[in-house]
């Protein structure tokens, strides 16, 4: 598999070959998996695509958009998409807008991120970050207010304070503000922000000054232009992002399971099924190849297990966990 890419490509992209092999005609009689949600399972999401586009030889195509975890829910929860890339648990509203319009779903953790907390390389001041000092940044409160890095920690410089962070419709801001300032979406308004974290990987490699938060694909896809910050949570060590530190529990509390949620209805036609049964059993090794952290081989064999038994609903309970580990995650049962 060639190098993955990290840009946001437009949704027809996969289809090119195809169209430029069979002819339009053909191209338009392919079956079709349609895809929307998170940017940070966009990269798991899109290099599975690839390989079954491949494995199918034109067959079937699979378009894959970014529109936020949030915007991603509100289309599948219309019935407008089939599986939804989600960095977050379905919320109570989403599951009640989903019954409401008779969508049911299949929920599907693919893989554990460490989500980061980055600043450029030329921050010569701040080695690790305080998940306090993170609140005292990013609260709602702040908004205005902490303008420079010496108001939040008086060791630090009297420079300004460039913020950048996932957009609203993002599931990466409702786990970040959770896990930071103890309820999810309570933030400040006054930061850069974007669904595309390729646009926040530019801004804070451009800005001394910058800090910003998003997935760890995107952090170890730019580490010549940005550096992560290990933090530390209830007094314990600093500790940083890394595959090791997700899958021994020690990097808390941003690490997080990230997810597939798959359409009861869409389930039904052949090309979502075989789309999804690819997904599974090719997943441990594309999820290391964009830089995320597999789930045990026994999560993917329960996902392939709730496709065969249309084991329908969350195992979360329509609310985030903030600090669940690997085997917590394992441990959980459907509700």
């Known amino acids: 598999m060639s190098k993955f890419v990290f840009a946001r490509r437009a949704l027809l992209t996969s289809a090119i070959g195809a169209i430029g092999a069979f002819g339009a005609s053909a191209a338009l009689a392919q079956a079709l998996v349609k895809i929307d949600g998170s940017s940070t399972v966009f990269p798991i999401t899109e290099a599975v695509a690839e390989e079954f586009q491949k494995a199918k030889k034109g067959a079937t195509r699979v378009t894959v958009g970014i529109s936020g975890t949030g915007g991603g829910f509100r289309k599948f929860c219309r019935g407008e998409t089939d599986v939804q890339n989600a960095s977050r648990p379905i919320t109570k509203a989403e599951i009640a807008e989903c019954q409401k319009n008779g969508v049911t779903f299949l929920e599907m953790p693919v893989a554990f991120d460490a989500l980061s907390v980055v600043v450029n390389p030329k921050n010569t001041w701040l080695k690790e970050i305080t998940i306090d000092e993170l609140k005292k940044i990013w609260e709602p409160s702040a908004q205005g207010k902490i303008m420079r890095w010496n108001q939040v920690n008086p060791a630090w410089p009297d420079r300004p ?175």
Do not use: C, H
């Open 161 to 335: 304070m460039k913020l950048f962070g996932a957009g609203t419709d993002s599931g990466t801001f409702d786990y970040f503000t959770e896990a930071v300032t103890g309820k999810s979406k309570a933030s400040r308004g006054d930061f850069t922000a974007s669904e595309d974290d390729n646009v926040l990987v530019q801004g804070i490699s451009r800005d001394v000054d910058a800090l910003g938060f998003f997935g760890f694909a995107y952090y170890a896809e730019n580490r010549d232009k940005l550096r992560s910050l290990p933090i530390s949570w209830k007094g314990g060590k600093a500790v940083g992002p890394t595959a090791e530190t997700v899958l021994n529990g020690t990097y808390q509390p941003l690490s997080r399971p990230i997810f597939i949620y798959v359409s009861g209805n869409a389930v039904k036609r052949p090309e979502v099924r075989e789309f999804v049964e690819f997904y599974n059993k090719n997943a441990a090794q594309l999820v290391k190849e964009v830089k995320y952290v597999p789930l045990p081989a026994a999560a993917y064999t329960y996902n392939l297990d709730t496709l065969a038994k249309n084991r329908l609903g969350t195992k979360f309970g329509g609310e985030n966990l903030v600090g669940v580990t690997i085997e917590q995650l394992m441990k959980l049962e459907a509700k």
